[in-house]
């Protein structure tokens, strides 16, 4: 099992930063990959952000690429999130996923509880 808890968010204005932080800890030996990703809405399903490979190959989604920067810290198991120029529809929920694969090759996806992220103006 893999636990993973997030940090920050909060209230932030308008055209400000965000940075999230997220700690894993457990059986973290076999994660592939971390990722961020946010709900914005209860009913809408949740996008990715950002995620960062073990090779450290990283991708963005759409609606935050050249805002947002992702980064992992493999030695103190900690990914983090900084993304500038806040709009009010980055408003949402935020999660942090952890993935491994089973030796079936079947992704095992790993959740933090989520972290509120407000931006007001």
């Known amino acids: 099992q893999v636990q993973l808890v997030e940090s920050g968010g909060g209230m932030v204005q308008v055209g400000g930063v965000m940075r999230l932080s997220c700690v894993m800890s457990g059986a973290t030996a076999r994660i592939n990959h971390m990722s961020w990703h946010r709900r914005r809405s209860p009913g809408q399903q949740r996008e990715v952000v950002a995620a960062v490979m073990n090779s450290g190959f990283e991708n963005y989604g759409d609606a935050v690429k050249g805002r947002v920067t992702i980064s992992r810290d493999i030695a103190k198991n900690a990914l983090h999130l900084e993304m500038h120029d806040l709009k009010p529809d980055d408003s949402g929920f935020y999660y942090c996923?952890?993935?491994?694969?089973?030796?079936?090759?079947?992704?095992?996806?790993?959740w933090g509880q989520g972290i509120q992220v407000t931006v007001s103006s």
């Open positions: 996923n952890a993935r491994e694969y089973t030796s079936n090759r079947i992704p095992q996806d790993y």
